[in-house]
């Protein structure tokens, strides 16, 4: 893998941001898309615990977006990661993951990431895993949601992936 461009810029989305994120999703091919309008709303009511990565001309490159578990304030639950594909392969969703991560440690004192990853979905395993790696953090899996649970079609079911406890948050 490559490494990050050095000019990367990781911050907290803007309003501004939501049709950028909402095309991110779409462009994915593999995220749930959710409407227009939830990635604005999000960008308002979450950019508290939501990353952006801008590129050198300012525009998202990539995102995360995630809430603290209100039963479980200390866990970052991460809902969506996107990178766009022409940024792929360097690193862009580690950095994002990573760094929202160490600002809600600092911030919040959270102590653990959960997120939910459908089976086969090996790239998000692969980001997920590798972040736990990183920052010596153990990972457990479950089927938090099985398939019979989703009314609109086919879908797969949904794994949870819990992360902790989260200790470690220097650069590696």
């Known amino acids: 893998m490559t490494a990050a461009p050095a000019d990367l810029l990781i911050e907290r989305p803007a309003t501004t941001d939501g049709a950028a994120l909402w095309r991110l999703a779409k462009d994915s091919k593999t995220l749930d898309l959710n409407s227009s309008y939830s990635y604005v709303l999000w960008c308002r009511d979450f950019a508290g615990t939501s990353a952006v990565a801008r590129g050198a001309d300012g525009e998202p490159v990539g995102f995360v977006t995630g809430y603290l578990r209100p039963d479980r304030p200390r866990t970052l639950l991460v809902w969506q990661v996107a990178v766009d594909p022409g940024h792929r392969g360097l690193g862009i969703a580690a950095r994002l993951l990573d760094g929202l ?68 948050f220097t650069a590696h």
Do not use: K, Q
């Not at 997920?128 to 019979?148: I, K, Q």
């Open 101 to 168: 991560t160490a600002r809600l440690a600092a911030e919040r004192g959270i102590t653990e990431l959960e997120t939910t990853i459908t089976p086969g979905n090996t790239a998000s395993e692969r980001l997920f895993t590798s972040f736990a790696e990183r920052h010596g953090a153990g990972v457990t899996r479950e089927v938090l949601f099985p398939a019979h649970l989703f009314p609109d079609g086919p879908h797969d079911p949904e794994v949870l992936y819990r992360i902790g406890p989260l200790t470690d």
